[in-house]
């Protein structure tokens, strides 16, 4: 069965940091492209970022682009979001997802299988 559980949210001030992880079991981590999602109250969920399966290629949303690095250690079966100069924006849920390709990662919700059950990043001051 396959698991992927999130870490690290939590509350932080405009212009603070935060690292999620993602803990995966129940599949083979390092086949897949594996991504972010979020989604904000009253709002339509929304890509984040995504990794290929080697972590070689990485692509961001325009909106987190040069604030947000996304990575991943295959050999813990973890993967990362490390958010930088984070803005009141960035409040929502975020969502560690799985990918069906190994590359030519997508952005769309459809080619991603497996969803963790999300944590939650509250930017306030």
């Known amino acids: 069965q396959v698991q992927l559980v999130e870490s690290g949210g939590g509350l932080a001030q405009p212009g603070g940091s935060l690292r999620l992880s993602c803990a995966a079991s129940?599949?083979?981590?390092?086949?897949?492209?594996m991504g972010w999602f979020r989604q904000a109250p009253g709002k339509e969920r929304e890509f984040v970022a995504t990794?290929?399966?080697?972590?070689?290629?990485?692509y961001y949303a325009d909106s987190v682009k040069g604030r947000f690095t996304i990575s991943r250690d295959n050999a813990r079966n973890t993967m990362f979001l490390q958010m930088n100069n984070l803005k009141p924006e960035d409040t929502a849920l975020y969502s560690c997802?799985?990918?069906?390709?190994?590359?030519?990662?997508?952005?769309?919700?459809?080619?991603?299988?497996?969803w963790g059950q999300g944590t939650q990043v509250t930017v306030s001051s």
């Open positions: 990794i290929s399966w080697s972590g070689g290629t990485t």
């Open positions: 997802v799985k990918g069906k390709r190994s590359y030519y990662c997508s952005q769309e919700r459809i080619e991603y299988d497996y």
């Open positions: 129940g599949l083979t981590f390092g086949s897949d492209c």
